[in-house]
Each structure stands twice: as C-alpha cells, then as structure tokens.
C-alpha cells in the first residue's frame, strides 16, 4: 500500500479559471477528508465522505467548491472561478472502518496558487 | 467550538528533550493527536492520547493530558535533526473523530 496519493502536488491557475484536484485514498479505507491549510495555519476541515455519501461539509466550502466520490474509491476537489484567496495547500485525508478509525492518514497534498 | 491554541517555534539542540505545549477548548473532544508535517509533505500522525488518559508513551515520545486545564504537550526525548518539522495538535470533535480541529503549528528547529 503506497499510502494517501493526491494529483497533482502543484498547481498554477489564473483567476477564474476552473481546477480540479484527485484523491486516492488507501485502499479498503471507507473515511475520506478534505482539509484545506493555508500558509502558517493548521488545516481547516473542508468537507467528509463515507464511502460514496458526502456527510459533512464546512461552511468554508463555499457554491464555487464540490467535492465528489463516486464509487467510493477516489474522490475530486473541483474549484471553480478560482480566486486569490484560494491559494492554499489542499489535503486529503483516509481512514479504515472499525476499531481503528482514529487514526486519518493524509496524502503529501496539492499546493493551488492562483494569479 | 473548537479552538487550538500553540506556540510558534522552539529551538533545540541535538540530544536535549523538546516539550510542545497545546491547548484546547471543546471539552468533548474524544482523542487529541500530534502531527508532524515536514516541509513540502503532508501530515505524518505521530501519536494520539484518548481523553479518559492522563500519559501516553510510544518510545521517545510522551503525550500528557491534562484534562481539566485543557491543556495537551509532546515530549520529544532525544531530539534528533530529523525531528526538524513543523508539529501540529488536533482535537476531534463532536462531528466525528476523524473530523479534527488543528492549532496552527509549532516550528522546531534541532540544531546539531
């Protein structure tokens, strides 16, 4: 198992353009997080899966922000009409059902700059 | 609601212990973690203490929890260069124990 993989790890958009960021969770773990984290704070809880169900979402996840998993597998971040303040380092998280799921394993992230 | 509190950076020489220091405010969190983050990687777990405990250790590391000051530190014994990161405390919540609120992070440097 390679762990949490996220595409890409850097990206360079223009204001108002669309991006959209994947997840791979490690494998057979039904718990999916996004986190945002932005330069010199902590990371921000955005929105959770339970397999394919969308549970929860922050209210730091504004209309322009969807989060997908479709199969239960993977999931997609998508941002449209970027803006500056979206520049952040984007973080997915995984965790196995059971006895032990207190324990989340993040993905090395995708770093978003937007100009 | 959450809110995680850390200092900011902390400088120690190579061999000494480092102690982070942590607080928090949800009094119903369940699990309180520590998390290394390295520059340019993600969020390594380090250890995590249940709320119903008072120290946890897990080799060089010691958790204490002291519940009702809310308070939360790491011990680091032997500090080591590799141990050069940034550390970040989180709190479950009452939404879910994987759904964490972190502090903002506290910078150590080891210095050989």
């Known amino acids: 198992d390679t762990g949490v993989s996220q595409d890409p790890r850097h990206k360079i958009t223009k204001r108002g353009q669309n991006v959209t960021f994947r997840c791979d969770p490690i494998s057979e773990h039904n718990r999916l997080y996004w986190y945002r984290q932005t330069l010199g704070q902590g990371p921000e809880f955005l929105t959770y899966f339970q397999n394919e169900a969308q549970l929860e979402k922050s209210r730091l996840l504004s209309d322009r922000f969807s989060a997908e998993r479709p199969k239960g597998s993977f999931s997609t971040l998508e941002i449209q009409r970027t803006e500056q303040g979206d520049s952040a380092m984007y973080l997915c998280?995984?965790?196995?059902?059971?006895?032990?799921?207190?324990?989340?394993?993040f993905g090395q992230g995708t770093r978003l700059t937007v100009v | 609601g959450e809110d995680v509190e850390q200092s900011l950076f902390l400088s120690v020489r190579e061999g000494d212990s480092s102690v982070i220091n942590c607080t928090y405010t949800d009094s119903s969190s369940t699990y309180l973690y520590w998390y290394k983050q390295e520059p340019g990687a993600g969020l390594q777990l380090l250890t995590y203490i249940f709320s119903n405990m008072d120290m946890k250790q897990d080799q060089r590391l010691t958790v204490l929890l002291n519940k009702k000051d809310k308070h939360l530190s790491l011990r680091i014994a032997d500090t080591q260069t590799g141990d050069s990161a940034i550390y970040f405390c989180?709190?479950?919540?009452?939404?879910?124990?994987?759904?964490?609120?972190f502090g903002k992070g506290n910078q150590v440097v080891v210095i050989p």
């Open positions: 989180a709190e479950s919540t009452q939404y879910g124990n994987n759904r964490l609120a």
């Open positions: 998280a995984s965790s196995p059902r059971g006895k032990r799921d207190t324990e989340a394993f």
